[in-house]
């Protein structure tokens, strides 16, 4: 019920101009937009923090986060590569099954 409630709360916020893309594409930038303004509050919250010692910490803890994304990403794309390398021999091998194709003109027929 509540992934129902997300989804409509959701198709709410699609433009009509929007609607033309597939579901998933404006959910990721509705979602990419949301997550943005949030991050762009949080800097601007840590600008106007006056300790430095907090700025400090938080800036720690984001760059942890953030190394551990970029490590979660190389490992995605990883997964990924190695699944175009398995589908490009599995393509190969399925050619080599058929055979070399003879053309023949329609006058050698």
């Known amino acids: 019920d509540d992934l129902l409630q997300l989804l409509?709360?959701?198709?709410g916020l699609i433009s009509p101009q929007a609607a033309k893309h597939p579901f998933n594409i404006v959910v990721y930038k509705r979602?990419?937009?949301t997550k943005r303004k949030d991050q762009l509050n949080a800097l601007k919250n840590l600008v106007e923090l006056n300790d430095i010692n907090q700025q400090y910490?938080?800036?720690d803890i984001m760059l942890k986060g953030l190394f551990k994304m970029?490590?979660?990403a190389e490992a995605f794309q990883k997964i990924l590569r190695e699944e175009e390398k398995?589908?490009?021999k599995e393509e190969k091998r399925k050619e080599i099954r058929k055979g070399p194709r003879i053309s023949r003109s329609r006058t050698e027929l």
């Open 31 to 33: 979602l990419f937009e």
């Open 70 to 72: 970029l490590h979660t």
């Open 57 to 59: 910490k938080i800036i």
């Open 8 to 11: 409509s709360s959701i198709k």
């Open 86 to 88: 398995r589908r490009r």
